[in-house]
């Protein structure tokens, strides 16, 4: 609903020294055109680090030249000492157009959908730049400008699997028909083999046209790796994951690396994160999950939100304060087509004061929000809810709410953010739910809860799992960078 308004640099590459005739570069001051870096003397090995970690920017998801240092490099190589100092200004340059990238991403403020509301923190590198060189840091600076997350780093490795598949030329299409399950036999069994195999190792290809129930499971490991229900028979969602090109799926796996740039540095080690595009609520304690939980999340056009925040209290039975666009849309339109649709689903009509008027769904068995709302700031409106209509979450395609979050289990997440307080006990919670009154409980302490819109991620197994980019936001991103390049950042 929606309420009224770092693992080492991998494949890196030989580094050549600088030439034994400028093993130390102090820059003379810079023309008024360029930045002025006269105060960085560059020594050799500093050059060469500068030289690798730029040339392999490739390896976190960015254009393969697009923070390319040779001619820089080049220029460093002169025996003309102002073609060096020049040389170095675009080494430098491009070393903190590179960190603000690899750190923050590659959007301006000004280049974020509405609805990107999880937004990186503003980055100068210029004064860490700096500091690392003259205290002889350089390395270990570098090494934390990525993610520091798990996530990011496993889908780096990712990053270069696809690249290798996409090198070999990626997969082709499967030629769509009736379903095949275990025992079919024909080309399009042997072309199905050999489509899993490119992504899953395990499968061994052989000349054999049968479905047998090897096949079965390799179609069942695709099928959760895309999030869908893991029947074992190839149909058409199924079909349609597998004929998603190799380029998409590069697409995918850079965009949701950029997303992880737009996360702090340090996540809070008890929180709540919600994967909008899976619909899975995760509860962190400690820094590992504890609770993990389906979820309802907005459909297309009425999109959940990506957005960090605080969650302060929980509402026990509460009414449902109805926004006037989803009042205006469906629920008077269900009064006028049948007369008394709101009294019997508990509506009533309450005047604002200002000649206008309200919907409020009373708490109770028919309220929308069910028994429990979980409450935290946001310019959006949105929050996590109970509700009563439970089939949704045997679903494997769960983006069905106006854009709040809806779950699978509310009373035992409330219950374990109350836990410790000694008013909210399990047995006070329970009798307050059971009484119908509605009641605000304030959380002991408030925990952070992300939403977030991942796409690409990678599992234990080390295998790269996909879903489906229902609001586009992939492509939105993958286009809007694409627009930024023209210039390195």
């Known amino acids: 609903m929606v309420q009224s308004q770092r693992p080492p640099l991998a494949g890196a590459r030989p580094v050549q020294s600088a030439p034994q005739n400028a093993p130390l570069i102090q820059a003379p001051r810079a023309s008024v055109m360029q930045p002025d870096y006269s105060s960085v003397q560059l020594r050799s090995e500093q050059i060469d680090l500068l030289r690798q970690v730029l040339g392999d920017a490739y390896l976190h998801g960015f254009e393969l030249r697009a923070f390319s240092p040779d001619q820089a490099i080049?220029?460093?190589?002169?025996?003309?000492?102002?073609?060096?100092?020049?040389?170095?200004?675009?080494?430098?340059?491009?070393?903190?157009?590179?960190?603000?990238?690899?750190?923050?991403?590659?959007?301006?403020?000004s280049g974020f959908m509405n609805a990107w509301g999880l937004r990186p923190a503003a980055y100068d590198p210029t004064p860490e730049f700096y500091a690392a060189v003259q205290q002889d840091r350089l390395a270990d600076w570098l090494a934390t400008l990525p993610p520091p997350y798990t996530g990011y780093q496993t889908l780096q490795q990712g990053l270069v699997t696809y690249r290798d598949i996409a090198a070999r030329g990626g997969w082709s299409p499967l030629v769509a028909g009736p379903e095949l399950k275990e025992g079919a036999t024909g080309s399009r069994v042997v072309a199905l083999e050999a489509r899993l195999a490119v992504e899953d190792p395990t499968v061994a290809v052989d000349a054999a046209p049968v479905f047998d129930a090897a096949l079965t499971q390799a179609v069942q490991r695709a099928q959760k790796r895309f999030g869908l229900n893991p029947t074992g028979t190839l149909n058409k969602a199924t079909l349609d994951a597998l004929n998603v090109p190799v380029e998409r799926r590069l697409d995918q796996i850079t965009a949701n690396m950029e997303r992880w740039r737009w996360l702090p540095q340090v996540l809070p080690a008890d929180r709540i994160q919600v994967n909008i595009a899976a619909a899975i609520l995760?509860?962190?304690?400690?820094?590992?999950?504890?609770?993990?939980?389906?979820?309802?999340?907005?459909?297309?056009?009425?999109?959940?939100?990506?957005?960090?925040?605080?969650?302060h209290s929980i509402v026990l039975n509460p009414p449902w304060n109805v926004p006037s666009s989803i009042a205006a849309k469906e629920l008077w339109p269900k009064e006028r087509k049948s007369p008394g649709?709101?009294?019997?689903?508990?509506?009533?009509?309450?005047?604002?004061?200002?000649?206008?008027?309200?919907?409020?769904?009373?708490?109770?068995?028919?309220?929308?929000?069910?028994?429990?709302?979980?409450?935290?700031?946001?310019?959006?409106?949105?929050?996590?809810?109970?509700?009563?209509?439970?089939?949704?979450?045997?679903?494997?395609?769960?983006?069905?709410?106006?854009?709040?979050?809806?779950?699978?289990?509310?009373?035992?997440?409330?219950?374990?953010?109350?836990?410790?307080?000694?008013?909210?006990?399990?047995?006070?919670?329970?009798?307050?739910?059971?009484?119908?009154?509605?009641?605000?409980?304030?959380?002991?302490?408030?925990?952070?809860?992300?939403l977030l819109y991942w796409t690409a991620y990678v599992t234990p197994d080390g295998q790269v799992n996909f879903r489906d980019d229902p609001y586009g936001w992939d492509r939105e991103l993958v286009q809007r960078i694409a627009a930024l390049r023209s210039g390195p950042a």
């Open 341 to 450: 649709y709101l009294r019997r689903n508990d509506f009533i009509v309450i005047p604002t004061g200002d000649g206008g008027s309200r919907l409020q769904q009373k708490a109770g068995p028919k309220a929308a929000l069910g028994q429990v709302k979980f409450d935290f700031n946001n310019p959006y409106g949105v929050y996590l809810h109970d509700t009563p209509s439970r089939s949704k979450f045997d679903s494997f395609s769960r983006l069905a709410s106006h854009g709040c979050v809806r779950l699978q289990k509310p009373i035992e997440l409330a219950k374990a953010l109350l836990a410790g307080d000694a008013t909210w006990t399990p047995e006070k919670i329970d009798a307050t739910l059971a009484s119908g009154d509605t009641v605000r409980a304030k959380l002991p302490q408030q925990i952070a809860v992300f």
């Open 282 to 311: 995760s509860v962190f304690s400690h820094d590992t999950p504890t609770l993990t939980m389906r979820a309802v999340t907005g459909r297309p056009g009425d999109e959940t939100p990506m957005l960090s925040s605080m969650i």
């Open 74 to 109: 080049a220029q460093l190589q002169s025996r003309d000492a102002m073609t060096r100092v020049v040389g170095q200004t675009q080494l430098i340059s491009l070393t903190l157009a590179y960190a603000k990238a690899v750190r923050t991403g590659r959007l301006p403020v």
